[in-house]
């Protein structure tokens, strides 16, 4: 992330750390409800469709002070075939629920040699910026490598 963010700045781009409140939390409940809509009960499909609007007013209010966010895809390096299922999309939901515009790039290796990967989120109608973020990432950093054997 580090990394990632000096690479932005060098490019022009003014970097602050901060986030939307609540955002992991938030999606990681909304999501699962959705995913279980055919077994919600009276009126709890109407409260996630409110929740899940006020997921989107509260991330679209945050994109006003912002143009992206630079954040982790996951929690840890790509791990192998098969593990880390449970945790795999916790980073990517958010956006999935707002419909922003995210472009997934690598920007480094763990020591056993297994990609990094950063997440860059656009402004809703502005896959641009992001798709700028992303090749100004990728071009300082070096952009994919094939991991080393473990």
């Known amino acids: 992330m580090r990394e990632a963010a000096e690479a932005l700045r060098q490019s022009g781009a ?34 996630l469709l409110a929740d899940w609007d006020r997921f989107r007013t509260d991330m679209l209010t945050f994109m006003e002070s912002v143009e992206i966010i630079l954040c982790p895809t996951a929690p840890a390096p790509a791990p192998l075939h098969g593990e880390g299922l449970e945790t795999m999309f916790n980073y990517t939901l958010p956006y999935s629920l707002t419909g922003q515009p995210c472009v997934v790039v690598p920007s ?22 992001a798709v700028a973020a992303a090749r100004s990432i990728e071009t300082t950093i070096g952009g994919w490598r094939q991991p080393s054997m473990i």
């Open 14 to 47: 003014r970097v602050t750390e901060r986030r939307p409140a609540n955002v992991g939390r938030d999606a990681l409940d909304i999501t699962r409800r959705y995913w279980g809509w055919n077994e919600l009960e009276g009126g709890k499909s109407i409260q």
């Open 108 to 129: 480094g290796h763990s020591r056993a040699g297994l990609p990094i990967g950063v997440q860059i989120v656009g402004r809703v109608w502005r896959e641009d910026q």
